[in-house]
């Protein structure tokens, strides 16, 4: 196997040559705050919170889609790597409910623990459009509240990648751009098998379960392993 030899905050690292930034940080016992990141599913780069520093380039590249390479100097927590996120967690909670109290997801959200990392307790773009989204639970097990929705892609990747359904993608544009089933239609009326890997790669409070609203927090239940009854493969989720 080929390795690579890089630094990162000052420690030397020997990791697999082709794998990402934050994979290798991650063995190195550096942990890089991340929303659209979920090692199960492709990168894609979205929300930018991964951002580093890297010696010779100008910008801050993600470290989640952004390849380790000989020799590479990198660093992630300087003074402008903690701006850069703090202003991405500014800019996700300007535009965020912040009903956190009687959040189904509290204790658990990643966006709400980041924002607490990194001492984001409101917002300078706050004033601006909000979203209103009505909140959909006409399905027997999943809530969507596409008002907390940060378009991180997660539940998009899981129903392709993991369910191989492929029944939610981003619909319309811009502002008004959200996660639907084909034709906008509530989960109700799509070919959704309420396998829920959508809701356990949520990082937020935007897909939770119907039938532990008020019941107990995540912590509280035991995750087991379960088989997926719906294509006949026999696949197994945690
Ligand atoms: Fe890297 Fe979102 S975690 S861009």
């Known amino acids: 196997m ?21 994979e290798a940080a991650e063995r190195a016992g550096i942990h890089i705050p991340r929303l659209c990141h979920d090692p199960d599913l492709t990168p894609v780069g979205a929300c930018r919170l991964c951002v580093v520093e ?15 390479s000989e020799g590479m100097v990198v660093r992630t927590a ?5 701006e850069a996120r703090q202003t991405i967690l500014e800019l996700l909670i300007a535009n965020h409910p912040l009903d956190c109290l009687t959040c189904e997801k509290l ?23 909000k979203h209103n989204y009505e909140l959909e639970e006409s399905n027997p097990f999943i809530i969507r509240d ?36 084909f034709g ?24 939770t379960e119907k039938q532990m609203r008020g019941r107990g927090r995540r912590w509280e239940y035991k995750r087991v392993r379960t ?8 696949c197994n989720f945690d």
């Open 227 to 234: 088989t997926c009854p719906f294509c006949g493969t026999g």
């Open 2 to 22: 080929e390795l690579v030899k890089l630094t990162i905050d000052g420690k030397e690292v020997q990791v697999p040559a082709g794998i990402t930034v934050l």
């Open 78 to 82: 300087t003074p402008a790597v903690i």
């Open 146 to 181: 596409l008002n907390k929705c940060i378009l991180c892609g997660r539940c998009i990747r899981a129903c392709a990648e993991i369910t191989c359904k492929d029944i939610i993608d981003f619909s319309y544009r811009g502002f008004n751009t959200k996660v639907t089933p």
């Open 184 to 207: 906008d239609t509530p989960l109700i009326e799509s070919d959704c098998v309420y396998c829920g890997n959508c809701v356990s790669v949520c990082p937020t409070g935007a897909l």
């Open 54 to 68: 890297i010696e010779g380039m100008r910008n801050l590249p993600a470290s989640c889609v952004t390849v380790v």
């Open 107 to 129: 204790g658990d959200c990643q966006l709400a623990e980041y924002c607490y990392r990194y001492g984001v307790t409101q917002s300078p773009f706050i004033g601006g459009e």
